[in-house]
């Protein structure tokens, strides 16, 4: 399984980035699929969950600025994040979860969104 991230870049703070990802195979629907970021000398850090009933987990820390949506006739996940900030610097990971797997076991490369103030 292969996941392919992207979408990353450079903004402003207050602006809005989509990110997409990608992902290999016939399972894809079955997956729970999750956005996870990493700033430098931080912590990887969870940031959005969609399993595959749809039931989607923000964490507070982007309540209300992130969502997460997926399309499985694209095979694909998507963030949207609005209301930036350049504490949301970060590379930003898709992972996938089989159905009953504790943890995720497939990650995508990351792609490094840097928001500017």
């Known amino acids: 399984v292969q996941l392919q991230a992207s979408g990353g870049g450079l903004v402003q703070a207050g602006e809005s980035l989509r990110l997409s990802c990608t992902v290999s195979?016939?399972?894809?629907?079955?997956?729970?699929m999750a956005w996870f970021r990493q700033a430098p000398d931080k912590q990887r850090e969870l940031v959005a969950v969609?399993?595959?009933?749809?039931?989607?987990n923000i964490p507070s820390i982007v309540k209300g600025r992130f969502t997460i949506s997926r399309d499985n006739a694209k095979n694909s996940v998507y963030l949207q994040m609005s209301g930036l900030k350049p504490e949301d610097t970060a590379v930003y990971y898709c992972?996938?979860?089989?159905?009953?797997?504790?943890?995720?076991?497939?990650w995508g490369q990351g792609t490094l969104v840097t928001v500017s103030s």
């Open positions: 969609v399993d595959d009933a749809g039931s989607i």
């Open positions: 992972a996938a979860a089989r159905i009953g797997q504790l943890q995720f076991e497939y």
């Open positions: 195979g016939r399972y894809f629907s079955t997956y729970t």
